[in-house]
């Protein structure tokens, strides 16, 4: 049974669109994170939460916005998409500290037109 | 900050030979965990194996790699490449703030 889920798995948008990607963990971790993957840059953060209610800037914020409303839900948000927004989008989870390895869902292919 | 650095973007070897692919990395922490994600084709990465303890050999799945925190590196190893392994190999760094900082990856293509 999956433990990390987002929705939707696809999604074509428009530029100028909003677009929410959402993610669900039954992990009960406390951390959560938003990555995007392209080839040649590999997995880069964009955003990243701590808890309910907390969310921080990753390496690569500009653009994005996050939203963590409980511990197993955390949205990433882009307000005006562009095209250079698309890519392949993870959400993972992790537990707090050192060592503790984080768990990713199936990803998100999106595509802005 | 800190950085990982993985210099081969592809690595191909023949079945059966032996394999390695390089990770180092910069950082100002001393309390440090490295991990090696794997990524098969059009699924998400998952976790090989992990260490936090210098010149610890880790093997997990005939993979091993040694942190060796002397030469700021983690390289991982197989010694009989199989087809299946063929993949994409991230090489990150956690060093407590729960964080992780991965490399740019190195996709491992296991010819017959």
């Known amino acids: 049974e999956a433990a990390v889920t987002q929705s939707p798995r696809n999604k074509v948008a428009v530029t100028g669109g909003k677009v929410t990607l959402s993610c669900n963990q039954t992990?009960?971790?406390?951390?959560m994170y938003w990555y995007r993957q392209d080839t040649g840059h590999g997995l880069r953060l964009i955003h990243y939460s701590y808890g309910a209610g907390s969310t921080e800037k990753g390496d690569i914020p500009d653009g994005y916005k996050a939203s963590r409303p409980s511990q197993e839900n955390f949205s990433l948000i882009l307000e005006l998409a562009t095209p250079s927004q698309t890519s392949v989008y993870f959400c993972?989870?992790?537990?707090?500290?050192?060592?503790?390895?984080?768990?990713f869902g199936p990803g998100t292919r999106l595509t802005v037109l | 900050g800190d950085s990982v650095t993985q210099t081969e973007g592809l690595v191909t070897v023949t079945e059966g030979l032996p394999v390695k692919l390089n990770c180092t990395y910069q950082?100002?922490?001393?309390?440090?965990?490295f991990f090696w994600y794997v990524q098969y084709l059009n699924e998400a990465p998952q976790v090989l194996l992990k260490s936090s303890t210098d010149n610890k050999r880790t093997e997990h799945q005939g993979f091993h790699a040694t942190l060796h925190k002397s030469s700021s590196s983690f390289h991982l190893q197989k010694s009989s490449a199989q087809l299946s392994d063929s993949a994409l190999y991230y090489c990150a760094l956690s060093e407590g703030t729960n964080k992780v900082v991965f490399g740019t990856g190195t996709r491992l293509q296991v010819l017959p």
């Open positions: 950082t100002t922490y001393l309390t440090i965990a």
């Open positions: 993972a989870s992790g537990a707090s500290g050192l060592g503790y390895e984080q768990y």
């Open positions: 992990n009960n971790h406390n951390n």
